[in-house]
């Protein structure tokens, strides 16, 4: 049993007279202990698949498994519990919420996962090296902190699956690195991570490197 599977995964969005076949039949898992980089040009279905797998879109066709569970095919409800248990989500736009600062949206994500710890709260801002901004919010942040501040809130809950959407792509190189030892420190402690990026960095410390193009995993 792999962490996470998707199986013949398929998606498609229309506008007006227009259909993108965002996924045109994508498998593949991800294992316990693992970096698995998606890699591939800007529109070749990286968000559109990560949102799938976590449960946030809902593929037109296909299943994706959670620890041996079906995700697809449930409902809201129950799709939003799978998640909070399995996965920890830094989206390319920021999981900040704008009127809680730092340390209260790490509270709140604590507590969505049922895992509410309040010492796991400090420790975590320091590995991000955010304890002098506990008290800020999300506006009064830089870029280079707020992504700093979304891997913390990402995992918080220490989750078994950390899904990440070029999670380097308007950071510093510090901050790369300090969110690759995240993903390195993971991969030790036996955990998943599944990162779409651009960064040839962070790529080449994945254990596995998926290609996407238009839609279909592309082998070169
Ligand atoms: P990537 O993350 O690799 O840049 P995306 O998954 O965002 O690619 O997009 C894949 C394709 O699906 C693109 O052609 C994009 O325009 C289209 N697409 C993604 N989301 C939507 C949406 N909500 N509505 C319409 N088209 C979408
Ligand atoms: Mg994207």
Redesign the pocket.
């Known amino acids: 049993m792999h962490a996470l599977e998707a199986h013949e995964l398929y998606?498609f969005?229309?506008?007006g007279d227009d259909e993108?076949?965002?996924?045109r039949g994508i498998s593949f898992h991800l294992s316990a202990g693992e970096i698995v980089a998606?890699v591939?040009?800007?529109?070749?279905?990286?968000?559109?698949?990560?949102?799938c797998v976590t449960g946030l879109?809902e593929p037109d066709g296909g299943h994706v498994e959670v620890a041996g569970m079906r995700l697809t095919r449930r409902s809201e409800t129950e799709r939003t519990r799978i998640r909070a248990a399995n996965f920890g989500i830094l989206p390319?736009s920021g999981n900040l919420f704008g009127h809680l600062n730092v340390e209260q949206n790490l509270r709140l994500q604590m507590q969505l996962a049922g895992k509410p710890n309040e010492i796991r709260i400090g420790a975590l801002l320091e590995s991000v090296d955010l304890q002098h901004r506990a008290r800020a919010f999300p506006t009064e942040l830089s870029g280079g902190e707020t992504a700093r501040a979304g891997l913390a809130v990402a995992l918080a809950s220490d989750p078994p699956i950390l899904v990440a959407?070029?999670p380097t792509a308007e950071v510093d190189r510090d901050t790369e690195l300090r969110l690759i030892a995240h993903f390195e420190a993971r991969r030790r402690a036996g955990l998943a991570t599944l990162l779409?990026t651009h960064s040839q960095a962070l790529a080449h410390r994945a254990d596995r490197i998926i290609g996407?193009k238009d839609?279909r995993i592309d082998d070169e």
Not at 20 to 23: I, M, N, R, S, Y
Request: no cysteine; net charge negative.
């Open positions: 998606r969005f229309h506008i993108t076949a965002a996924l998606l591939g040009p800007s529109g070749s279905g990286k968000s559109t698949l990560l949102s879109d390319q959407d070029e779409a996407l839609g």
